[in-house]
């Protein structure tokens, strides 16, 4: 049980255009989501956590117009990546708890996104 | 504000145990964390220890916390080729509400 699954595993997008990135869980109602967004070598660096019906909470220096969170349901959330850039490029990994916070994490395989 | 460390890098020969090392400044924290990352993959949670708790052994992999010097540590006995990876230290503060992941130490396992 707890699989996270994410869509899609890889994009390529021009610069300007604006690409959403879905997590699913599909096995479980997670109350909290979070989105991660990984560099080379470097750790995870948390985004955005998001609840199901209530706006995302933004971790400072991210753009909440720019990364756009929608947690639609107990089991999908949305990413989407406004107007890219090249230095959007990244590996953008989400990940599913059950509970309200940031206790047990399932993770989903992650996105790769290149932005030319 | 919260912080974890781990080394980088750690290589051993297969069959050897690899012992992978974090500390971490936050003294609230309440469960600490290890996750494993293969390439092009998202993180998969090994095993994770309550901060009340000394040690915590599964299969091949054991935990060793010392609350007092904010140092956790996860042995893999016998290690495999496929144990390569890297491998993430996180640790949860009593709130609950925020995880904070180490940089990850990469393991390369030699046959």
């Known amino acids: 049980g707890a699989v996270v699954s994410q869509h899609p595993s890889r994009v390529i997008c021009k610069s300007g255009t604006s690409v959403k990135i879905e997590c699913r869980s599909l096995?479980?109602?997670?109350?909290?989501m979070f989105w991660y967004r990984q560099f080379p070598k470097k750790s995870l660096m948390l985004m955005a956590t998001s609840n199901e019906g209530s706006k995302a909470t933004y971790e400072q220096g991210v753009e909440k117009d720019k990364f756009l969170i929608n947690h639609a349901s107990l089991t999908l959330s949305t990413l989407t990546v406004t107007s890219a850039h090249p230095e959007d490029s990244s590996f953008y990994i989400c990940?599913?708890?059950?509970?309200?916070?940031?206790?047990?994490?399932?993770f989903g395989p992650g996105t790769r996104l290149t932005v030319t | 504000g919260e912080d974890v460390e781990q080394s980088l890098f750690l290589s051993v020969r297969e069959g050897d145990s690899s012992v992978i090392n974090c500390t971490y400044t936050?003294?609230?924290?309440?469960?600490l964390y290890w996750y494993k990352q293969e390439p092009g993959a998202g993180l998969q949670l090994l095993t994770y220890?309550?901060?009340?708790?000394d040690m915590k052994q599964d299969q091949r992999l054991t935990v060793l916390l010392n609350k007092k010097d904010k140092h956790l540590s996860l042995r893999i006995a016998d290690t495999q080729t496929g144990d390569s990876a890297i491998y993430f230290c996180a640790e949860t503060n009593t709130g609950g509400f925020k995880t904070i992941f180490g940089a990850g130490t990469r393991l390369f396992v030699k046959a």
């Open positions: 220890i309550f901060s009340n708790m």
């Open positions: 096995d479980f109602q997670a109350t909290t």
């Open positions: 990940s599913a708890s059950r509970g309200a916070g940031g206790g047990e994490q399932y």
């Open positions: 936050d003294s609230s924290s309440t469960y």
